[in-house]
């Protein structure tokens, strides 16, 4: 059983949707991240949270400890928003390494 | 955007040929990483540093080599290229966080596209 564990896999959303990518893990956690690779491979970081919720522009990155479950929304979707999004989280235990998810892949129609 | 270059970006090459492929970061932060990207897989670990000279083994280290002789640089080495370390690398960096005591986030560079003939 993969440590981390996105859903789903594929996500085809029109224009203006609000859309919800999530995000499950088995281990102890000490920090969870979601990242954004757009089609042309660049990685970029966009939440790092240990609890409750975080927001920047249009997207709200939750994370609920008990349950050892995130989301990751995306409010007004655009066809710019298309991109793999992929959940990693921080073994509590070690020197801070990152366990990623398979990523789930977002295409945005206009 | 956070300083970090790989290079080469591209590369092919014949198995049992030696690759080293650079990392390099201008933001002097001490953790620096190693990971390989693969269809069905998420990013895997293979070494990483936290500090000069300070390495150890990840996920899927076996057949790759690292060092770290200087801060801003962290070298991957293939000592024997096989077909099956055809992927696309990616190098990362963070930074511990002295007022929380955990890691910051990580800055991935570009990538290096690896095909091993």
């Known amino acids: 059983k993969n440590e981390v564990e996105q859903s789903p896999q594929n996500l085809t959303a029109q224009e203006g949707e609000f859309i919800t990518i999530n995000c499950s893990y088995s281990?102890?956690?000490?920090?969870l991240h979601w990242l954004q690779q757009h089609p042309g491979g660049g990685i970029v970081s966009l939440f790092m949270?240990?609890?409750g919720k975080k927001k920047h522009g249009r997207l709200i990155a939750t994370i609920n400890i008990q349950e050892k479950h995130s989301s990751l929304h995306i409010t007004a979707s655009h066809p710019r928003d298309s991109a793999v999004y992929i959940c990693?989280?921080?073994?509590?235990?070690?020197?801070?390494?990152?366990?990623f998810g398979k990523g789930t892949k977002l295409s945005v129609k206009p | 955007d956070a300083g970090i270059t790989q290079s080469p970006r591209h590369k092919v090459t014949e198995t049992g040929t030696p690759v080293t492929l650079r990392c390099h970061q201008t933001?002097?932060?001490?953790?620096m990483y190693w990971y390989r990207q693969d269809p069905g897989h998420g990013l895997r670990l293979i070494h990483y540093?936290?500090?000069?000279?300070?390495?150890d083994k990840g996920e899927v280290s076996d057949g790759y080599s690292v060092s770290r002789s200087k801060t801003e640089d962290f070298l991957l080495t293939l000592e024997s290229a096989t077909s099956s370390q055809t992927s696309v690398y990616f190098c990362?960096?963070?930074?511990?966080?002295?007022?929380?005591?955990?890691?910051?986030?990580?800055?991935f560079g570009p990538g290096t596209r690896l095909l091993v003939l």
């Open positions: 990362a960096i963070s930074e511990h966080n002295a007022g929380t005591g955990g890691l910051e986030t990580q800055y």
């Open positions: 281990v102890g956690i000490s920090a």
């Open positions: 949270l240990s609890s």
């Open positions: 990693a989280v921080r073994d509590g235990g070690s020197q801070g390494n990152l366990i």
């Open positions: 933001e002097n932060h001490r953790y």
């Open positions: 540093s936290y500090g000069v000279k300070d390495t």
